[in-house]
């Protein structure tokens, strides 16, 4: 069997006959007068159409090429037409604000950037430019970047020949949610996106890997490292159907879904969360009734998310795949919960803070003190390094700060939380949001979980004082009584503070963006120290 190649992923699969067929939510926006299925053939024509116009558009290999549209999977095409040149894609969400989003760009200094009409209006709008030597209107007049090329204007012309790199040079570079603040710019290379990522998700193991009667659907940011992950060994195990969802709107979902009901699912726990109203119908019409395998990374989920949707499924024994990682890193932990691991309601240690044990041969966990970095016994709370070949090769514009956070051989993932006595890892908050004495991930766990018209609960440090809980319901008010008696048996809180769900800051990944909320509630952030002596020579054993 050939080796997978991100340059030629679709010609090899054409080339074994791959039966996969994508269905789209939408027309994809670099080909949107095209809304029918499509085959691996149809993908590889694409994938060198497209690899012509940025070679055209005047990127070569080695140039950074920024790629930057509203969600859909064609960014993901995009990328592969950039790496098939030997260029290094660089894929950035369009929900950035704009002054954000100039900021990632001047780190890129990229050789062309790529972007639809709408970003070209909000950051005219902005009055904020977009550096890049060059540019490439995807849609629109370009009133709003006068400079830029459209896409038409460089169709047509002959694909170069598909370029060879080395293992260890830059592959793609990709970006973090940016909760905490700026996202990070973080290289890959094929050694560890491809060889150490996409190549051990792409074999078939047993329940996790696509089937080849399978329909694999996708609602995910598109823009972020691990879309690029996700096609690349989906497609490679060839299962009959694969569904990309751009938009996650329960109205533009639900009838997709309808029509290309999935067997597995991967999606944003946020929109998991969008969704639960989908899943709580009945069985005659439930679009998830034939899901055997959930997925979710990026964030944390919380039971009753996890509970209803295993309940939707008609299967015997349907599973959810809950995934802890980073982009520098790829999976670090994973878990498959079940009906029965989420069937206690109200617990006061929720089983989705169990994010298991680190994927086995692949990743080493160790908790450390934050202040010494020594190695804690198991049960005490601590920060979490890791240690994998996956690791990326650096931030783009921020060497000093990934050199802080590489600490010998291992890691440090900035998370805080503790290895159990079963060698399972519970990851209890970000360092920059911890509390002392409490996990603020667990307590918005089991608030969720407690009061039923709670939609979201977001635990926020203030400068003094108790947490305070940020909460969304569905009715747009909390209920006293009822909130007194679920959060009887929890630290001490604050009065709650009731949102509507559309105000939460969020990043492209729908991660509430703490830090902003924070500063726009409670007046800004508390100072967290963090010392970092030198790592102790046991550091890298």
């Known amino acids: 069997m050939k080796r997978l190649d991100i340059a030629t992923l679709f010609d090899t699969l054409a080339e074994r006959h791959s039966p996969t067929v994508l269905h789209l939510s939408r027309p994809l926006d670099i080909a949107p007068d095209d809304a029918g299925p499509r085959n691996v053939l149809d ?94 209107l995807l849609d629109g007049t370009g009133e709003n970047l006068p400079d830029a090329v459209p896409a038409a204007d460089v169709r047509g012309h002959p694909a170069p020949a598909p370029r060879r790199r080395g293992a260890d040079e830059p592959l793609i570079i990709v970006h973090t949610s940016g909760t905490t603040g700026t996202p990070k710019l973080v290289v890959h290379s094929t050694a560890t996106i491809v060889r150490r990522l996409i190549g051990f998700e792409a074999r078939r193991w047993p329940v996790l890997s696509s089937r080849p009667g399978d329909t694999v659907a996708a609602a995910t940011s598109f823009a972020h490292g691990r879309a690029f992950a996700w096609t690349a060994s989906v497609f490679w195990l060839r299962p009959a159907a694969v569904a990309a969802i751009a938009d996650h709107s329960p109205q533009a979902a639900e009838p997709f879904l309808r029509a290309h009901p999935p067997t597995t699912l991967e999606a944003l726990p946020a929109t998991y969360v969008r969704w639960r109203h989908l899943a709580a119908a009945p069985a005659a019409e439930n679009v998830f009734a034939r899901v055997r395998l959930y997925i979710s990374t990026f964030d944390a989920v919380h039971p009753p998310a996890v509970r209803t949707f295993l309940a939707a499924s008609e299967r015997r024994r349907p599973v959810w795949l809950q995934g802890w990682g980073q982009s520098e890193t790829g999976p670090l932990a994973f878990r498959l919960l079940t009906r029965k691991s989420v069937a206690a309601v109200g617990e006061r240690r929720p089983t989705t803070r169990d994010l298991g044990r680190p994927v086995p041969g692949r990743t080493r966990l160790r908790v450390a003190d934050p202040a010494t970095l020594r190695p804690l016994r198991r049960g005490r709370p601590g920060l979490v390094l890791a240690r994998t070949k996956a690791l990326g090769l650096g931030y783009v514009g921020e060497s000093e700060r990934w050199s802080a956070k590489q600490l010998g051989r291992w890691w440090n993932t900035e998370d805080v939380g503790m290895r159990t006595r079963g060698g399972s890892v519970h990851v209890l908050d970000r360092e920059v949001d911890a509390v002392a004495g409490m996990s603020c991930v667990e307590v918005e766990d089991v608030v969720d979980d407690r009061v039923g018209e709670v939609v979201e609960c977001v635990v926020l440090r203030p400068r003094e004082g108790p947490p305070v809980p940020v ?26 503070l009731v949102m509507a769900a559309d105000d939460l800051p969020r990043t492209g990944t729908g991660k509430v963006r703490r830090l902003e909320l924070r500063s726009r509630l409670l007046g800004g952030a508390h100072p967290v120290a963090r010392p970092r002596p030198a790592p102790p020579t046991s550091a890298g054993r």
């Not at 319901?473 to 809180?493: F, H, K, M, Q, V």
Request: net charge positive.
């Open 471 to 496: 909460v969304v319901t569905e009715s747009g008010s909390l209920d006293p009584a009822a909130w007194r008696r679920a959060t009887a048996d929890l630290p001490e809180l604050a009065e709650p």
């Open 43 to 136: 993908l590889a024509a694409l994938v060198e159409d497209w690899s012509a116009r940025l070679a055209a558009a005047g990127a070569g290999p080695g140039d950074r090429v920024a790629l930057v549209k509203r969600n859909h999977w064609d960014i993901v095409l995009l990328a592969m037409s950039a790496v098939r040149i030997g260029a290094v894609p660089a894929p950035v969400s369009a929900q950035l604000p704009p002054a954000t989003l100039a900021t990632l760009l001047a780190r890129l200094d990229a050789a062309l950037l790529v972007l639809d009409g709408a970003t070209a209006q909000r950051a005219a709008a902005a009055r904020i430019g977009l550096p890049a030597r060059r540019r490439l």
